[in-house]
T-cell receptor, first 119, second 117 residues
Framework: AQTVTQSQPEMSVQEAETVTLSCTYDTSESDYYLFWYKQPPSRQMILVIRQEAYKQQNATENRFSVNFQKAAKSFSLKISDSQLGDAAMYFCAYRSQPGSAGTASKLTFGTGTRLQVTL | GAVVSQHPSRVICKSGTSVKIECRSLDFQATTMFWYRQFPKKSLMLMATSNEGSKATYEQGVEKDKFLINHASLTLSTLTVTSAHPEDSSFYIC?????????????FGEGSRLTVL
């Protein structure tokens, strides 16, 4: 079974600064998806960024980028120019490729990192 | 983007009663929906996978007779907590996989907070 580990329960960053959230995972599969989701106080999960394992290029979405190290099974999220609205819980998630035997397409989540953004 | 709506967002019920939570995909067809449970300041725990027109697949340790899941159409799945007890109080979140979408992400509802008195 796949596992996802987020070793930072809480992080803090000053507004306009950059912060990196860590995520490692364990899998025996060679092709899969990785995601970062954001859960603000409203509690609705919002997709921040997605990475396909077969792609070597790191995904970027505006101020959000990832550092995907497949061999190390590491998938960190970098938030640049942090804004107050970035304050939330951030969850790293893993998903097998659809069709993998016995896995369906469910997401496995890490335990989350609570990000605080200070003035 | 794809929108998933959950209803109700908050529900308070007496112990022993049953509560139904609806999860709807508003602008896409969802062949598969997932139900998660989240305890305060904790991660999401998958409860079950709901496939349209077939029985749900429950995760180990989840009582299927207590958490009834029905996925009768491509846009609606329901979770019924039967004979609810205070320990069932939690935040329940549904997510949906869009039929035909190959990029892998799931779309989440707003969540439903259940409080059992």
């Amino acid at each position: 079974a796949q596992t996802v580990t987020q070793s930072q329960p809480e992080m803090s960053v000053q507004e306009a600064e950059t912060v990196t959230l860590s995520c490692t995972y364990d899998t025996s599969e060679s092709d899969y998806y990785l995601f970062w989701y954001k859960q603000p106080p409203s509690r609705q999960m919002i997709l921040v960024i997605r990475q396909e394992a077969y792609k070597q290029q790191n995904a970027t979405e505006n101020r959000f980028s990832v550092n995907f190290q497949k061999a190390a099974k590491s998938f960190s999220l970098k938030i640049s120019d942090s804004q107050l609205g970035d304050a939330a819980m951030y969850f790293c998630a893993y998903r097998s490729q659809p069709g993998s035997a016995g896995t369906a397409s469910k997401l496995t989540f890490g335990t989350g990192t609570r990000l605080q953004v200070t003035l | 983007g794809a929108v998933v709506s959950q209803h109700p967002s908050r529900v308070i019920c007496k112990s022993g009663t049953s509560v139904k939570i609806e999860c709807r995909s508003l602008d896409f067809q969802a062949t598969t929906m997932f139900w998660y449970r989240q305890f305060p300041k904790k991660s999401l725990m998958l409860m079950a996978t709901s496939n349209e027109g077939s029985k749900a697949t429950y995760e180990q340790g989840v009582e299927k007779d207590k958490f009834l899941i029905n996925h009768a159409s491509l846009t609606l799945s329901t979770l019924t907590v039967t004979s609810a007890h205070p320990e069932d109080s939690s935040f329940y979140i549904c997510s949906a996989r869009q039929a035909g979408r190959v990029t892998g992400e799931l779309f989440f509802g707003e969540g439903s907070r259940l409080t059992v008195l």
